[in-house]
Nanobody
């Protein structure tokens, strides 16, 4: 029901900033909860931040105070503003959309990911 495409990744120096975007299509964007995840080589995928359909946000400790998640329902786009980047932030960042239907079933959709590399 939802197709997701991330963009905005790239190479940045430690302490620098990047803004990731995730554009959704194929369904009613405003009904979905959204999130950013990341996966470094050889590691498991981990949660970065979430934003619900009504705009409530949550962050994991290792990005709190540095990253900001937001969404623009009119543009069907979710963003991740990343500041004060560290080499440990290097990973493929993936967009997630999910919802629970009236029967209680959860559906998850994923983007292809965008590479973020933090290096001098």
């Amino acid at each position: 029901q939802v197709q997701l495409v991330e963009s905005g990744g790239g190479l940045v120096q430690p302490g620098g900033s990047l803004r990731l975007s995730c554009v959704a299509s194929g369904s009613i964007f405003s009904l979905y909860d959204m999130g950013w995840y990341r996966q470094a080589p050889g590691k498991q995928r981990e949660l970065v931040a979430t934003i619900t359909s009504d705009g409530s946000t949550n962050y994991v400790d290792f990005v709190k105070g540095r990253f900001t998640i937001s969404r623009d329902n009119a543009k069907t786009t979710m963003y991740l503003q990343m500041n004060s980047l560290k080499p440990e932030d290097t990973a493929v960042y993936c967009c997630n959309a999910n919802r629970v239907n009236r029967r209680g079933s959860r559906y998850d959709y994923w983007g292809q990911g965008t590479q973020v590399t933090v290096s001098s």
